[in-house]
């Protein structure tokens, strides 16, 4: 399972033009959209769009997945962890990353230092994870866990700024 890395990027030379962000939210409402049809709607050919999608994947900007609920997929156990951690975040973040339940790690401000969303096959394999995993991780020194009762949005379809 690959890990995306959303730390904002301090080296991109300019902002995204108005383009690339039409490319974006064509995507957005559809990630099938052919290339072809984008191009109609942003004025360019469809070997430019193809271009300029590579480029923003390849640059971090975005990527095309396919978005699922994890319990439709017969994953009994969704839940959202808040984890408190003494001392450094981020070697407690990059630790949890790695593991291959979770699927969504952001540093927080507030009662919880770390947000971690974690899929699991059942009960036991969910506490086997916050348990065994996550709480032994050095510098975690409490967890506090939201199981998910039923999925009633999710969305990635908010446009660009």
């Known amino acids: 399972m690959s890990r995306v890395n959303r730390t904002p990027r301090t080296d991109r030379t300019a902002p995204l033009d108005d383009v690339s962000k039409a490319i974006i939210e064509q995507l957005q409402q559809d990630g099938r959209r052919s290339y072809a049809s984008i191009g109609k709607v942003v004025g360019l050919s469809e070997a430019a769009v193809r271009h300029r999608v590579q480029r923003l994947i390849d ?11 994890p319990l439709e997929l017969g994953f009994a156990r ?5 984890i408190r951690v003494a001392g450094a975040l981020e070697p407690v ?3 949890i990353a790695d593991l291959d339940e979770v699927d969504y790690v952001v540093i ?25 995993r996550i709480r032994q991780i050095e510098g975690v020194v409490g967890t506090e866990t939201y199981m998910y009762l039923k999925l009633r949005k999710q969305t990635y379809s908010w446009g660009v700024r």
């Open 93 to 95: 973040a990059d630790a």
């Open 59 to 69: 640059g971090g900007v975005m990527q095309v997945v396919a978005v699922t609920d």
């Open 108 to 132: 927080t401000a507030g009662a919880h230092d770390l947000l971690v969303e974690v899929v699991a096959e059942s009960d036991e394999h969910l506490l086997e994870i916050i348990s065994g």
């Open 78 to 82: 969704q839940a959202m962890v808040g």
